[in-house]
Structure formats: structure tokens, C-alpha cells
């Protein structure tokens, strides 16, 4: 018998489905690979504690190797993400910052996740009424930047992208 998902986050905050566990792991994957640079090595750790795992331990086993890895045993902080209208960060995306990012088939080990701007309109307007329509084109306009690589090569040639691809946020950029 296989370990169940409420054991994987034994302490404050229980998973109780395989979607929460799904969204939970893609969330801790993303952030992960996100802040993952020295002396932090989020991913080695993670990716150390599933392989690492005993031997005839389960999948789901190995996930909450990694998962403890990760965040440290034995509690996992579930993070539910509630936007308001309060949250500055959120109001800049929905108005002046749109990032487009999604996923496509076999992109990523996630599931497919296209961007959906007609989506991501109705969550603004949910939050912060319907007067505030999302507008992608904002920062080009306003600040150029439609050849990035013209544009860092004419006005940015200190920039340092020192993670590369394994940067999240790489495909916002410039790769060369």
C-alpha cells in the first residue's frame, strides 16, 4: 500500500487531494528553481533528497522526500494564493505589467497551462472591478523594449543575467 497524501504534510496544513498536492508541487518546484542560487541549491536538494530516497520507496514517497527537502520537515505551509485589491504587486499586473507566461503539451514537466488573456481579465476585474482591463502592450509602449536585444545591446550593456535558463523568468529576456 502506497503512502497516503495527508501523510506528506503531516503537521499544520493537510493535503487532501491530488489537486492540491499537483498545485502545491508546482508551486514549490517554481519557487524553487526561482530562488535557487548560491549559497542556496534548493533544486540539488530536492532533486538529492528524491533520489536519495530508500530503496522501494514509493513515488509519492520520494515527493515528500524532496518536499521535506525543500521546506524542512515535518510541516508544510500550504500556500493559497488570494488575490485583493489590496496586494500592490497584483494591481500592477492587471494594469500596467502583464506577464503572459504559460505552458504549452511537453514544454515543461507541469501540465499544459496556456496563458489566457480573457482569463486573466476576469480575475482582474473580480478583484479590482470591472473598470481595470489588463493591458499587455503597456510597457513596450511606454518604455520601448520590442527588440530587446537592440535595446540591452544600446542602453543596457551592464546588465548581468547570471542564472541563464534556469532562471524562471528567462523567456521575459534576453538568452544571448
Partial sequence: MGLPISAISSGHAPLNSSQQLKLYLEFSYEVSA????????????????????????????????????????????IYVYNPSHMD??????????????????????????????????KNCQEVFGVSVTPRPHWITTEFGGHDIKSVLGNFASNIIFSNGLRDPYSSGGSTN
Fill in 34 to 77: 526561482q530562488y535557487d542560487n548560491p549559497p542556496a541549491h534548493y533544486v540539488s536538494d530536492i532533486c538529492n533528497a528524491i533520489d536519495g530516497a530508500a530503496e522501494g520507496t514509493s513515488i509519492l514517497g520520494r515527493v515528500a522526500e524532496g518536499l521535506n527537502a525543500s521546506s524542512g520537515p515535518p510541516c508544510h505551509g
Fill in 88 to 121: 500592490e504587486w497584483f494591481w500592477q499586473t492587471c494594469t500596467e505589467i502583464v506577464m503572459p507566461f504559460g505552458r504549452g503539451d511537453n514544454d515543461t514537466m507541469f501540465e499544459a497551462a496556456p496563458f489566457d488573456l480573457n482569463n486573466y481579465t
